[in-house]
Structures are given as structure tokens and as C-alpha cells.
């Protein structure tokens, strides 16, 4: 097995980009969702309500987050310095920072409501919460773990079963596997990823984003591929797509890098 591509998320649900090196850091993948729109009470917006969030392209610029808004042009995002207390999930997480300048200004012109910018800064500490995980493993504004891997093989599965829909895109990872059979993923528990070694935590349960077309924003009006990949990827947990994992150390992943997989009784 090996590394197949690789993602990562500037701003969560935004749209994601593409590279062939993904260095970890003490929350994950550097820069991954480590901005988020939130609306006036701190909660965080994501394509679950407003799919077309997916339309503005995230890019770094020597570490300077620049967004494409459409309609709106490129601006650049940085941190301010005003404090506030927001939520993902069940989580209250104190100390994030709201954005400086125009661009939460011309996403909210764009989507039509007001909305926020805000930045973890290297001081918060949110933990990822799973009855097997010993520690604290930090975790930026992703739902819930630093890490989502996926199975190419898994997805020519699903594409086999309903045609045109084998874009690993709507399922938003940030580790793409080759060389492992379908669905081969739900085993994984420990796995060298190159020189980075990941826990293998819990199945991730899909949503109504995945109904996102990715280059339009539009949603299937009929749920696909959450429809048919409900047929057989059902469980009492939810619709089965991909692993969340944690990075037991910080490293490099590359395309290409040998993907093993490790006795967790080690």
C-alpha cells in the first residue's frame, strides 16, 4: 500500500487543496481547518446548511491565507487580536481569533447572512474525544480528529455501484490509501504512514455534505452518494466512509510513501 494523495482544509468546509507533502503538527496537518466561519452565538457554519461555501477556493501565499470569494475577488484573511468563545459540536473553545480585514465581510455578502473569521491560535488546546485514546491529542477545528483516511479502492466501490459519483473530494480526507481491497479500512488500527505513525481511532460516519457537488455547490437533489452508500455502509453509528485517525508523532507525509500496517498490541 501507499499514499495516494493527500488534502488538506485552510478553513473548514471551505474547499480543500491538493499537495503532495502534508507536514503534521501538534494538531494535525499544518494549516488544516484551523480557520472557521461562525455565525453571531459561535457557532460554527459549515456546507450542511450553505453548500455553496464550497465554491471559495482557499490558497497559502508564503503562509498568508488568501480566499477566492466569488463575486468578491482574493483577499487576504489575518488574525486579529479580539478573543471570542465558539462552538464545534459539543465543544466550547475559548480564545479563538477573530479575523482583521474585509474577507468574513464578502462571505457574508456571498452566502447572505452574517458571519465570522475565526483562528486557533497555538495556545488552545481542543482535545479529540474517544474512550480508547490515553492523552490528550489536540485537534484543530475538524469534527472531531486530526486526521480522516480514506481507501481509494473503497471509493471505486461506490463508483461501481452508482457511476459518476468516484470523486474522493465529496469526502473530504486527508489521506487517500492505495493498494488495500474495498472497505479493507474498517481492520486498520494501527499504520505507518511513511515516517508518521497513526492510530486508527473510530469509522467516520457521513453526512449531507457528501451530496455537495464539489465543483458547484449544489446538492443532489435525490442524496447521492449518501443514498446508495447508505444501502450497505449502514451501521447503528451512521454511513460508513473513511477511518478518523491520530498522529502518535509529528513528521512529513508524502505521495508515495509506504503505507504499513502495525500490530497495535505493540
Same mark, same amino acid.
Given at each position: 500500500m501507499k499514499i495516494r494523495s493527500l488534502f488538506y482544509y485552510p478553513v473548514k468546509s471551505l474547499a480543500g487543496i491538493a499537495t503532495d507533502t502534508l507536514t503534521l503538527d501538534r494538531f494535525g496537518p499544518s494549516y488544516d481547518r484551523r480557520w472557521m466561519l461562525v455565525d453571531g452565538q459561535g457557532q460554527f457554519v459549515s456546507q450542511r446548511r450553505y453548500p455553496s461555501l464550497v465554491r471559495i477556493k482557499p490558497a497559502l501565499r508564503d503562509g498568508q491565507l488568501m480566499l477566492d470569494i466569488p463575486g468578491h475577488g482574493t483577499l487576504a484573511v489575518t488574525q486579529g487580536t479580539r478573543e471570542r468563545e465558539v462552538t464545534v459540536w459539543r465543544d466550547q473553545v475559548a480564545g479563538a481569533l477573530e479575523a482583521s480585514? #474585509?474577507?468574513? +465581510?464578502?462571505? $457574508?455578502?456571498?452566502? @447572505?447572512?452574517?458571519?465570522?473569521?475565526?483562528?486557533? &491560535?497555538?495556545? !488552545?488546546?481542543?482535545?479529540?474525544?474517544?474512550?480508547?485514546?490515553?492523552?490528550?491529542?489536540?485537534?484543530?477545528?475538524?469534527?472531531?480528529?486530526?486526521?480522516?483516511?480514506?481507501?481509494?479502492? #473503497?471509493?471505486? +466501490?461506490?463508483? $461501481?455501484?452508482?457511476? @459518476?459519483?468516484?470523486?474522493?473530494?465529496?469526502?473530504? &480526507?486527508?489521506? !487517500?490509501?492505495?493498494?488495500?481491497?474495498?472497505?479493507?479500512?474498517?481492520?486498520?488500527?494501527?499504520?505507518?504512514?511513511?515516517?508518521?505513525?497513526?492510530?486508527?481511532?473510530?469509522?467516520?460516519?457521513?453526512?449531507?455534505?457528501?451530496?455537495?457537488d464539489p465543483d458547484t455547490g449544489d446538492r443532489s437533489p435525490i442524496g447521492e452518494p449518501l443514498k446508495t452508500l447508505a444501502s450497505f455502509r449502514r451501521t447503528s453509528d451512521g454511513v460508513m466512509f473513511g477511518v478518523n485517525g491520530v498522529h502518535e508523532n509529528t513528521g512529513t507525509l508524502r505521495v508515495g510513501n509506504p503505507v504499513t500496517l502495525i500490530d497495535s498490541e505493540e
Open positions: 480585514g #474585509s474577507a468574513a +465581510d464578502a462571505i $457574508s455578502a456571498f452566502l @447572505g447572512c452574517p458571519v465570522s473569521l475565526v483562528y486557533m &491560535p497555538e495556545t !488552545v488546546t481542543r482535545p479529540a474525544r474517544h474512550e480508547s485514546l490515553a492523552g490528550t491529542h489536540p485537534v484543530s477545528f475538524a469534527d472531531g480528529f486530526p486526521l480522516l483516511v480514506t481507501s481509494q479502492a #473503497s471509493l471505486d +466501490d461506490l463508483a $461501481s455501484r452508482l457511476p @459518476g459519483y468516484g470523486d474522493m473530494r465529496r469526502f473530504r &480526507p486527508n489521506v !487517500v490509501i492505495e493498494g488495500a481491497g474495498a472497505w479493507a479500512e474498517d481492520q486498520w488500527q494501527v499504520m505507518g504512514l511513511g515516517d508518521v505513525r497513526v492510530r486508527m481511532v473510530k469509522p467516520c460516519s457521513r453526512c449531507i455534505m457528501t451530496t455537495v
